[in-house]
């Protein structure tokens, strides 16, 4: 099992697509694996994509650098 897996099982369903920095930012690109969702309001799974998006956020500063996070989701 990757460590990953154990600290951040949450982020199973999330591949990390490239880790870069720009100035005193660190960028992450990241993708969801898993094409399915499901449906905030009765919980049933969903396999249709009903659109994409891309997320960008953005918390408190890790050792001194920026992190801003930008997530492709279907």
Known sequence: ???SAVVFPHLATVRIERVHRMGATVRVKAAKTEPRGECPA??????RVHSRYERCLS???VAGQEVLLRQHCL
Do not use: I
């Open 1 to 3: 099992m990757e460590l």
């Open 42 to 47: 009765c919980g049933c799974e969903s396999v």
């Open 59 to 61: 918390d408190l500063p």
